[in-house]
């Protein structure tokens, strides 16, 4: 069965820390994606990949870094945590840009 | 850049009714238009989709319309019922892209 599994799925972070949010997928897709959700902002997308040593930006990148070590794993770093990065992170997965991705079941990360 | 415009942000209606949810694209290369439904602490699940070369299609209550023309896709649920309340988020994507751009979501209560 299709599978993204986000780990973890809650986190507390301190501001300046270093925070790495996992992803992994089951699916061989090539695509996989990090997004942020925030009331009033939908799913705005952070980091994206085409595949297993490729990074891109999306749309909103600035304070985040992404791995992407093998097609199954795609991380999302953040060097140094600030209180504006609190929100639910999604990890999606999918075949190409016109096929609906397959989402995690997302991390809350609090900033304090 | 490419933006989706979703409105409204929150849309209350009487159980049985119909309910709309209207997008608009600015990317006129943009071929696919998927809807997504995400229910409370949950993640988002496609609902339904549409591609450029329909302007209609149908399944289990809900409709997708495409005016490709206005640039605008739209979605009803006929015959609401509770259980269609959550969050509903469109779409766009184009074929040549690599991921998709999402509206800012729509939370609809149904209440009896």
């Known amino acids: 069965e299709a599978a993204v599994t986000q780990s973890p799925r809650n986190k507390v972070a301190v501001t300046g820390g270093k925070v790495t949010l996992s992803c992994n997928q089951t699916?061989?897709?090539?695509?996989m994606y990090w997004y942020r959700q925030d009331t009033g902002h939908g799913l705005r997308l952070i980091h994206y990949s085409y595949g297993a040593g490729s990074t891109e930006k999306g749309d909103i990148p600035d304070g985040y870094k992404a791995s992407r070590p093998s097609q199954e794993n795609f991380s999302l770093i953040l060097e140094l945590a600030t209180p504006s990065q609190t929100s639910v992170y999604f990890c999606?997965?999918?075949?190409?840009?016109?096929?609906?991705?397959?989402f995690g079941e997302g991390t809350r990360l609090s900033v304090l | 850049g490419e933006q989706v415009e979703q409105l409204p942000s929150i849309l209350r209606v009487q159980e049985g009714s119909s309910a709309s949810i209207n997008c608009t694209y600015e990317n006129s290369a943009s071929n696919y238009f998927p809807w997504y439904k995400q229910e409370p602490g949950e993640n988002p699940k496609l609902i339904i989709d549409i591609r450029s070369n329909m302007e209609r299609k149908q399944t289990q209550g809900l409709i997708v319309l495409l005016d490709k023309k206005a640039k605008r896709f739209s979605l009803h649920i006929t015959d609401t019922q509770p259980g269609d309340s959550a969050m509903y988020f469109c779409a766009a994507s184009e074929n040549s892209g690599t991921y998709q751009r999402f509206g800012t979501g729509t939370k609809l209560q149904v209440v009896p």
């Open positions: 699916n061989n897709h090539n695509n």
């Open positions: 999606a997965s999918g075949d190409r840009g016109n096929q609906a991705p397959l």
